[in-house]
């Protein structure tokens, strides 16, 4: 069997979703499909200046559309992660329908959200509507993604939802901060002083790095670190300078030290828009780091995270709570210990890479099997 994966969200580009269809491409070539994956956006813009980690598949950047738009390579199956820009999937897609073959889509937070109004966002719901109708199967990466489309009218056997799973092998409470210290200190930067609260993830509005600050500013007692890259970098560097040496933006780091990152933060704290769809890895990576954490209670979170067992959940928005909750657990370093100690445990016990990949193997296999035709 051989898949062909059409995405813009895949390394080097930095993010839960280009590590999880890393992590899917890999889970098929090592169950022993044939995989190839095409690249295009900024991730292709990115490649041309990075060094990227060898793949057992093979891998196309295109910066050029007319290199794929069509002729699509051939394959038994192919995979859309769906979102925007919307008009290039809608394209692919009909093109590998007209050619009679099956494909699946990877249906993120974004797929019914738009801005749009009249005419045009009735014709955006059609076009998506038909692409969804013809898929031979749906990834949502959430439970409330899957609620969404079946409203929609779409055929719920034919949606699974997919989470990603760390690598408990690399991600684990043994890592240490001496390799993080170093790669600082090549720029010139060292550690704040502990404790040490953590931002971990894309920085960008729908994941709070400003109130991340703002909760620096409310516990005197602490640094911060903050692990990342994105739109609002620019301005989240500047805002922290008036919490001086007690905040450290470090920034974009690679994925691989992303551990010992990890282990130089006391506790992270995530808090989270209203996260639409899934439950992000840098949550589930954290905890298996056996970080305690703190978050609010948005998309499918308290699947992973059971307040008060594991970590720390409050009301979404709730700033003074997220607040009070980190403070807390600062003066409390056994209840810390015991709750970081635990979500560890829940991640290895089950939100590991492996039961995540041959979950994933598994629905495409039965999707990629001869059957009814899509609906056309």
């Not at 992590?23 to 060094?51: I, K, M, N, P, T």
Request: hydrophobic share 45%; proline share 6%; net charge positive.
């Amino acid at each position: 069997m051989k898949v062909v994966l059409y995405t813009h969200n895949f390394p080097p580009r930095l993010g839960g979703m280009a590590t999880l269809h890393r992590q899917y491409a890999e889970a098929l070539a090592g169950a022993g499909r044939q995989v190839s994956v095409h690249v295009f956006g900024a991730a292709a813009e990115q490649a041309a200046a990075s060094c990227r980690s060898p793949y057992s598949f093979p891998v196309r950047y295109h910066r050029r559309l007319s290199q794929f738009l069509f002729r699509p390579e051939r394959a038994d199956l192919y995979w859309f992660s769906f979102g925007e820009p919307l008009a290039l999937k809608c394209w692919l897609c009909n093109l590998v329908s007209l050619l009679r073959r099956p494909y699946v889509v990877f249906a993120g937070g974004r797929i019914l959200l738009h801005s749009h109004s009249g005419a045009r966002a009735r014709a955006r719901q059609a076009v998506v509507m038909r692409i969804l109708r013809q898929a031979r199967g749906i990834l949502a990466d959430g439970e409330d993604i899957r609620r969404e489309l079946a409203a929609a009218g779409v055929d719920e056997k034919r949606i699974a939802v997919v989470y990603s799973g760390v690598d408990v092998g690399r991600f684990s409470p043994q890592a240490t901060p001496e390799r993080f210290a170093a790669r600082l200190a090549e720029g010139g930067l060292s550690l704040p002083p502990p404790p040490r609260l953590l931002f971990l993830g894309r920085v960008a509005e729908e994941n709070g790095p400003r109130q991340f600050l703002s909760v620096l500013r409310g516990l005197s007692q602490c640094s911060g670190i903050v692990l990342g890259d994105g739109p609002l970098l620019p301005d989240i560097r500047e805002e922290a300078t008036s919490l001086g040496d007690r905040v450290l933006v470090a920034g974009r780091i690679e994925h691989e030290l992303l551990p010992s990152a990890l282990s130089a933060g006391d506790l992270c704290v995530f808090p989270l828009g209203s996260l639409h769809g899934g439950i992000p890895l840098s949550v589930m990576e954290a905890m298996a780091a056996g970080r305690a954490c703190v978050a609010y209670e948005v998309g499918d979170l308290a699947r992973l995270i059971m307040d008060g067992r594991n970590g720390r959940l409050v009301a979404a928005g709730d700033l003074p709570a997220l607040m009070g909750a980190a403070r807390a657990l600062l003066s409390d370093g056994a209840l810390r210990a015991r709750l970081a100690r635990r979500a560890a445990e829940t991640v290895s016990a089950d939100w590991t890479l492996a039961r995540a990949q041959a979950r994933f193997v598994a629905h495409v296999e039965r999707w990629a099997a001869p059957g009814p035709e899509c609906e056309f």
